[in-house]
């Protein structure tokens, strides 16, 4: 694969998709990945040791690599792997020699390439998928709208019979909604590990072969496939067919509305300031058309790809993946067209009106005839219409008052019947019906996906439905997750930001039933929280970040470490603890809450958050706290009072191998500081840190906390 080769051969294409998810930052991001989640394993099963593992791990570090792996040789190698492999050797060799021995240790460089493609996969189809139901809500208020609204039915380009603009805008939607059911369908088969060696036994692990695997598969968050699959690369080329077939309905879509944007038809318009004087077709029309006019050649070559020899093929995959990654483009360029000129552009009703009235009434001649064949058989009435039509096409006349002409056809019809007869907009027969089934449709599939993302994944739903996050900082800085505590908003991490904004790209967000984040479904646990973490990443095409949490966002940390290593880069747990009682602590303030709501705590939490001195003479920061703490859900705060007295992660500190930051506080009530000292101990390779004050160090001592933080996330391992 050439990662840094341009994404097409139509610029346009280019600057309109969305996302850098294959750019060859993000790649070399992703084989990082796949590489430290390898030596986790390895590790694990004792195939090699863990400070073996623990130096690769650590120089698996996109900013240690890429400064000495330019795009240009990234590029031209003939496996983006092996310059990648080439690269991470070296650094790991300048670090321990022994070490450097283990980099990629039983794998084979496919094992690489094709599993940080499912996972570059992942990222791009969670966006395509996202702005694909974007789509669909938008055009189905269309179709809501307008189901009403008659417009001129067009066969071969000429006018047809009437329908409604809901109805055409419902053949779109139909298409989508089985493309969205598509998209779904095929993840459980791509999102799978592939690892298996020279040959795909897996020979060089003996007996740990297995056990490697599948925590290898895990660490990724990826299945285990029965067997390793280096030849048979069915699952890209399901997912360039079911983009392809996408891109074909998009373009079917961007066809019919540059028709209906023609100046002689000019049923649909873009506003005045999106179009240019003179626009032969709406660019968003156009970039669609060029995506569905090349996505079958392309498909093409998927599917010839599929020819492999044996164990492993002749060809190298280069052409195949460079090929996925232009489908994904085109896709991804397709819909942000489409969703905004869906979005943007402005139906004429009226317009629509009189073009349905430009054959004068021939357009009617079915109705007629109809009504005629009851009265006077059919033939007789369809010769009578057809001669009609033809004298009012040749003399240029409306269909009625050639009727009115026929004695044939007055003596059987009343004027009123004529009327209405001849009504375009009473000759819509099912249009509205079918708009109906089509949104109802869409609806019942929204829900049996909720019931499917509940039982699976409930915490996907919630963090891309009701998570409020911010984004701030220069957008190729490294990425920084701030997770707040409990009782809290994303606003708690304001006296960090000026200091943390000239070097990291920093994502905020609220923990669900927190701030403006909706508490979700089902009940809350660590777990369900460190997932939404995992969720929210994967939707903003993150592969890997650098993390901080404080208080109840320390201990989501402490999950995401010990079950997603190969997400987080480095670690900051801040007035944290693995298991934090009694119980009955936490069943009190519930019921408190319950009974009084919260401010019925505020008092006892203001205390132990923050020191006397703190509150005598900080009093607006800690009325901040205060309001944040005030306007946090009673269900919320409830769901994460539960998960706290409910978790128990001392057992998963052993397997942490993130560098890690452990801050404990002298004058904390909530995590004394024998907690986070004992804590600190048990997480490998952990640096502890003390600061004077209670549990919010981040406002109390703002500027010792972020001194210290800035520095740890900086340092190289």
Same mark, same amino acid.
């Given at each position: ?43 694990r ?14 120089? *698996? ?26 690269r ?9 020699e ?17 599993t ?12 395509i ?35 409604t ?18 998209? &779904?369908?095929?993840? @459980?088969?791509?999102?799978?590990a592939?690892?298996?060696g020279a ?30 699959w280096q ?24 066809h ?5 944007m023609?100046? /002689?038809?000019a ?18 029309c156009?970039?669609?058309l060029?995506?569905? +006019? ?23 995959a280069?052409s ?45 001649a ?18 009578? !219409?057809?001669?009609? *039509? ?8 409306p ?7 026929? =004695?044939?056809?007055?003596s059987r ?18 249009s ?12 019942? &599939? =929204?829900? %049996?996906q909720?019931v ?28 920084? #997750? ?9 606003d ?9 904004l000239?070097?990291? =790209?920093?994502l ?19 777990? +369900? ?10 939707y ?22 010990a079950?997603? @290593?190969a997400r987080i /880069?480095?670690?900051v !747990? ?16 519930i019921?408190?809450v ?13 205390? %132990? ?10 009093v ?8 944040m ?21 001392r ?7 993130v ?5 404990? *506080? ?6 004394a ?14 640096t ?12 109390e ?8 933080? #800035?520095?740890?996330?900086? =340092?190289?391992?």
């Open positions: 694969m050439n990662p840094a080769t341009p994404d097409s051969e139509d610029p346009a294409i280019d600057r309109a998709a969305s996302g850098d998810v294959f750019s060859a930052r993000s790649w070399m991001i992703a084989m990082l990945e796949v590489e430290a989640a390898l030596v986790h394993a390895l590790a099963h004792g195939v090699i040791d863990n400070a073996a593992a623990e130096h690769i791990a650590a120089c *698996c570090n996109v900013e240690l690599i890429e400064p000495g792996l330019s795009e240009a040789a990234f590029a031209v190698a003939a496996n983006p792997a092996d310059a990648l492999l080439r991470l050797g070296d650094v790991v060799a300048a670090r321990d022994d070490a450097a021995n283990y980099v990629h240790w039983g794998a084979s460089h496919q094992d690489l390439v094709d940080a493609t499912v996972l570059r996969l992942r990222v791009a189809l969670c966006l998928q996202a702005d694909l139901d974007r789509l669909l809500a938008v055009l189905s208020q269309r179709a809501d709208q307008h189901r009403h609204s008659a417009q001129i039915g067009r066969a071969g380009l000429r006018h047809a019979l009437p329908i603009f809901g109805l055409k805008v419902a053949g779109w939607i139909d298409g989508l909604l089985r493309h969205q059911q598509r998209l &779904q369908e095929l993840r @459980p088969r791509l999102l799978v592939q690892i298996g040959a795909g036994t897996l020979a060089g692990l003996g007996d740990a072969a297995l056990p490697v695997a599948g925590s290898f598969a895990a660490m990724l968050d990826l299945a285990l496939p029965d067997l390793p030849t048979q690369h069915d699952r890209f080329a399901e997912v360039a067919t079911t983009l392809g077939l996408l891109i074909g309905s998009l373009g079917r879509m961007a019919d509305i540059a028709l209906l023609q100046d /002689e038809v049923e649909l318009a873009l506003p005045v300031l999106t179009m240019q004087a003179h626009p032969a077709v709406p660019a968003a156009a970039i669609a060029a995506a569905a +006019q090349q996505g079958p050649a392309l498909v093409a070559v998927m599917l010839a790809g599929l020819q492999q020899e044996h164990e492993r093929g002749l060809q190298v280069q195949e993946l460079d090929t996925l990654h232009r489908i994904v483009r085109f896709t991804s360029a397709a819909l942000a067209q489409m969703l905004q000129l869906a979005s943007t552009m402005t139906v004429d009703a009226e317009r629509m009106r009189r073009n349905l009235d430009l054959t004068q009434g021939r357009i009617m079915e109705p007629v005839l109809l009504a005629l064949a009851r009265k006077m058989g059919t033939l007789p009435a369809t010769e009578l !219409v057809w001669q009609a *039509c033809q004298e009012a096409a040749g003399g240029g006349e269909l009625r008052h050639v009727l009115d002409r026929q =004695r044939a056809v007055t019809l009343t004027p009123l019947e004529l009327d209405r007869l001849l009504d375009p907009a009473a000759y819509t027969g099912q509205a019906s079918f708009v109906e089934r089509v949104l109802q449709s869409r609806l019942q &599939q =929204r829900e %049996r909720a499917a993302d509940r039982t699976d994944l409930p915490e996907v739903a919630s963090a891309l439905s009701h998570c409020h996050y911010e984004i701030d900082g220069a957008a190729d800085a490294p990425w920084l #997750v701030l997770s707040n505590a409990l009782g809290t908003s994303l708690i991490w304001m006296p960090q930001m000026p200091d943390l000239p070097h990291f =790209r920093v905020r967000y609220d923990t669900r039933g927190h701030g403006q984040s909706a508490m979700g479904e089902g009940p809350a646990s660590i777990g +369900q929280l460190g997932e939404d973490v995992i969720a929210l990443m994967d903003l095409g993150i592969a890997r970040a650098n993390f901080c949490g404080l208080s109840l966002g320390g201990m989501t940390g402490l999950w995401l470490a079950h997603h @290593p /880069e480095r670690m !747990v801040s007035n944290a603890a693995p298991l934090l009682g009694p119980s009955s602590l936490w069943d009190s303030w019921e408190l319950r009974q009084r709501r919260i401010a019925a705590i505020m008092p006892l939490v203001i205390e %132990r958050w923050f020191t006397d001195d703190f509150r005598r003479h900080a607006l920061q800690v009325n901040a706290v205060r309001a703490l005030l306007s946090t859900s009673e269900s919320g705060f409830i769901a994460a009072c539960t998960a706290i007295r409910d978790m128990d992660l057992d998963s500190l052993v397997s942490i191998h560098p890690t930051l452990v801050i404990g *506080c002298k004058r904390d009530k909530v995590t500081p024998a907690q986070t000292r004992r804590m600190a101990e048990h997480i490998a390779g952990s502890y840190l003390e600061l004077n004050a209670a549990h919010l160090p981040n406002w001592v703002a500027q010792r906390f972020n001194a210290d933080l #800035v520095s740890f996330l900086r =340092r190289v391992s």
